[in-house]
């Protein structure tokens, strides 16, 4: 039987499976990375259209369409993420992908970041306020931060989804996992209830449920779990 939390999740998933903004992101990764593995085995690029036939020609599931792939294919060529021949049908001959490209992969940097801020000056202004540290892109501390009401009521949702999948029979993940996810499930919902929660305090705790959630078998299930939760990350 099919409770409502299921149904509930069935819909966000549906709804994250066919929503278009993050469709068309996700393909400009998809297929840069599948023309890099490409160059990386000296296989022959061929035609770009070829990319649908791989296994990252889908997203959760769901084929990607030859309109999303040729949008994505003038956008990685305006970018000069990658080159080749341009045909009559649409189609690309002879993709290659560029140096920049390589870079964008072998960084694990997603395409659509608005910018890389490694490099780039920050000047922060902060009035009426006396020995404030402020942290750039650092891997070594750890920022808090207040969250909204809107943010709060995101990592409810996204929390109640753990609690309905990150299990054995749902992600095939073990027993120990899961008992470790309910903690850390708990430690989420405890920050959120408390007067100012610290976003930086629930970041780090969903990152932990990232990680639990590789564990499992059922790899659909996760991708859409881990989605879910790496879109209340960014929220964050």
Known sequence: ?????????????????????????????????????????????????????????????????????????????DEEYMTGIRTYGSDLIRPMITTKGSKAVERGQSVNSSFDPSGVTNNVSISGSN????????????????MTQEQIDGIERIVGSVRAMLNPMVLGVSEESTTQAQFIANQVEEEIRTQAPDGGKVKALLLKLVEL????????????????????????
């Open 213 to 236: 959630a590789a564990t499992g078998t059922v790899q659909g299930g996760i991708d859409a779990l881990n989605t879910m939760m790496q879109q209340g990350i960014a929220g964050l």
């Open 131 to 146: 020995g404030v540290n402020f942290a750039w892109n650092s891997s070594h501390v750890t920022q808090s931060n207040t």
């Open 1 to 77: 039987m099919l409770n409502q939390s299921g149904i509930d999740i069935a819909g966000e998933f549906k709804a994250l499976q066919t929503d278009p903004r993050r469709r068309v992101r996700e393909i400009r990764d998809g297929a840069l990375q599948w023309l890099y593995d490409r160059h990386l085995t000296d296989i022959d690029s061929g035609v770009f259209a070829d990319f649908l036939d791989s296994p990252n020609g889908q997203f959760l599931g769901s084929p990607y369409s030859v309109e999303e792939l040729n949008r994505a294919m003038v956008w990685l060529l």
